[in-house]
């Protein structure tokens, strides 16, 4: 028997309840008092289009008031079952030497933005709910902070010849600065 999650939970909620003003309190509630309720609200909101109305959206809700006036579109929710096997995994953090390819820590590296150990993670370079493949030419190894910021916005991987003229644009600092940090990872 599965056990049903927060994000079900005030979908149910809401939809039980739409037309009136709900206090932030009642979707903690909801939520089995989850401490993320609001980014499951923020997930139906912005990823599956419910029209969910805050204080931010209409002048007649206080901070902390959310309004469902209306039902929300039927849409089908993606399925994705993690396919990403141990032995990809394997290869796609050896090919990257075990660096995040967006920013250039390593494990065991502080991370600046965070102030912890880095993390490393398995990225799409183009995002599954974009069309893109668990293949080994589509994966590349990120830390946490840049795999949370390339969610289903990150570009194509760039051509090495667009890298290369990048690089040659640069001053001769930033590229004994490359060079340097290419000779520490390899």
């Known amino acids: 028997m599965s056990k049903i ?20 309190h009642e979707l903690q509630a909801a939520a089995d008092g989850a401490v993320q309720y609001s980014r499951r609200l923020r997930e139906l909101r912005d990823e599956e289009g ?3 109305l805050s ?14 006036r209306q039902e929300p579109p039927h849409k089908e929710r993606p ?16 090919r990257n030497g075990f660096t995040c390819q967006m920013c250039g820590l ?3 590296e502080i991370d600046p933005a965070t102030n ?7 990225g799409h370079i183009k995002d599954k709910a974009l069309g893109g493949k668990d293949e080994l ?15 289903n916005i990150t570009p194509e991987k760039p051509s090495s010849i667009w890298l290369l003229s990048q690089v040659r644009r640069a ?13 520490s990872k390899f």
């Open 79 to 94: 399925h994705f079952a993690r396919m990403i096997s141990a032995r990809l995994r394997a290869e796609v953090l050896d």
């Open 171 to 183: 001053g001769r600092d930033e590229q004994k600065a490359v060079f340097e940090w290419l000779k």
């Open 50 to 52: 419910w029209p969910i």
């Open 116 to 122: 912890r150990p880095v993390r490393l993670h398995i």
């Open 137 to 151: 030419s589509n994966l590349r190894t990120l830390c946490s902070t840049c795999n949370q910021g390339a969610k």
């Open 5 to 24: 999650g927060s994000k079900e939970n005030i979908r149910q909620f809401l939809l039980a309840n739409i037309g009136r003003v709900i206090e932030s």
């Open 106 to 108: 390593t494990p065991g």
């Open 55 to 68: 204080h931010n959206d209409s002048s007649e809700l206080k901070p902390g008031q959310y309004l469902l």
